[in-house]
T-cell receptor
């Protein structure tokens, strides 16, 4: 159980176009989903926290008008990179937090496989 | 959130036991220690979580001393497929997000 999927797994687009990435929790309801970005040889950096039915909370330095996040249901969150540029090329990873505390596992999060975005 | 410090890289040989130590001097009373594994171009995968003393599962053991200011992830008899980046995180039940440090690149050699 606790599987998170992302679609697409990779995407190549031209500069100036918008790209949508989907994150789904397949077998549980995710009250909260998180979006991370990871550049080569670097650690994961949290971009935003997405709560179902409410506006996302963005980390400092992340442009909310450029990275649009929608969390329309308890199993789906989307990240749209608007007017993408080459510097937005990165590995985008989502995670989903299960709503129920299980045993000693506080803050139990499950990660998707990631989406490789390349902007030409 | 407590900051974590771990070695940037480690090398080991197949069949050996690998111990990766993480320091977290400012860990709070309600914080847990969680380790994730990440392969290239994949999302992180949960390995193990603990609060104190020792926790063991099918893939690893986690040792946490009484003062909880450090923890050691132990991987028994590593194989080439264990080559990955290992992240130590301090996770709080009250905080919602995870903060990843720099991680340890483990390279297992034949």
């Amino acid at each position: 159980g606790a599987v998170v999927s992302q679609h697409p797994s990779w995407v190549i687009c031209k500069s100036g176009t918008s790209v949508k990435i989907e994150c789904r929790s397949l077998d549980f309801q995710a009250t909260t989903m998180f979006w991370y970005r990871q550049f080569p040889k670097q650690s994961l950096m949290l971009m935003a926290t997405s709560n179902e039915g409410s506006k996302a909370t963005y980390e400092q330095g992340v442009e909310k008008d450029k990275f649009l996040i929608n969390h329309a249901s308890l199993t789906l969150s989307t990240l749209t990179v608007t007017s993408a540029h080459p510097e937005d090329s990165s590995f985008y990873i989502c995670s989903a937090r299960r709503g129920v505390w299980r045993g000693s596992s506080y803050n139990e999060q499950f990660f998707g496989p990631g989406t490789r975005l390349t902007v030409l | 959130l407590a900051k974590t410090t771990q070695p940037i890289s480690m090398d080991s040989y197949e069949g050996q036991e690998v111990n990766i130590t993480c320091s977290h001097n400012n860990i709070a009373t309600n914080d847990y220690i969680t380790w994730y594994q990440q392969f290239p171009s994949q999302g992180p995968r949960f390995i193990i979580q603990g609060y104190k003393t020792k926790v063991t599962n099918e893939v690893a053991s986690l040792f946490i001393p009484a003062d909880r200011k450090s923890s050691t992830l132990s991987l028994p008899r590593v194989s080439l497929s264990d080559t990955a980046v290992y992240y130590c995180l301090v996770t709080s039940g009250s905080a919602r997000q995870l903060t990843f440090g720099s991680g340890t690149q483990l390279t297992v050699l034949p």
